[in-house]
């Protein structure tokens, strides 16, 4: 009897001890899911206009500048806002901007890089337009991370339908960098 109280004492200081101790991290699915990256691109894109009022490929692709802005709830749950602004390489003075907003879906997570997939609708506009035009636009890319805080964009492809007559479907390529705001 002596031995079975020994035991059962034993046991229980066990019991107490491990329960005290919260040696246990944090889950990683339940660790802190809430952030906001804003960052600077640069962008090359075919307007899929080249005057006329004809739908059809440019001889010059577009260049220009734009800003992000990625908020990120959950591993799964983020969104995306991008403003672009293609000024430069003009044919027939042609421009394009557009303001675009939508889900973004994180692939996953290869060491520092995350690939991701999106979608984001919005409004484009350009010289040749008598206003804005409500565009869609799919794409995907490759964020590095660089340190805790900076991150970088190697590239971002997006294929746009933009709601105009004719329809027009740009397509192009950026790379920026990000910085982690929290």
Known sequence: MPMKRSVLGFFCILLFAAAASNAQV?????????????????????????????????????????????????????????????????????????YLIGPRLPIHRFGRATPYAKVLVGLASGSFLAGHATSLAFGGGVDYRLTKRISVRAIDFEYQRWNVTPTLYPYGISAGVGYKIF
């Open 26 to 98: 944090v889950p990683s699915a339940s660790g802190r899911g809430l952030s906001l990256t804003a960052g600077a691109l640069g962008s090359a894109f075919q307007p899929d206009y080249a005057g006329a009022g004809v739908e059809q490929t440019s001889p010059n692709r577009l260049y220009g500048v734009g800003a992000y802005v990625d908020l990120r709830l959950t591993r799964w749950v983020q969104f995306e806002g991008e403003g672009r602004w293609l000024r430069y390489n003009q044919y027939l003075g042609i421009t394009e901007d557009n």
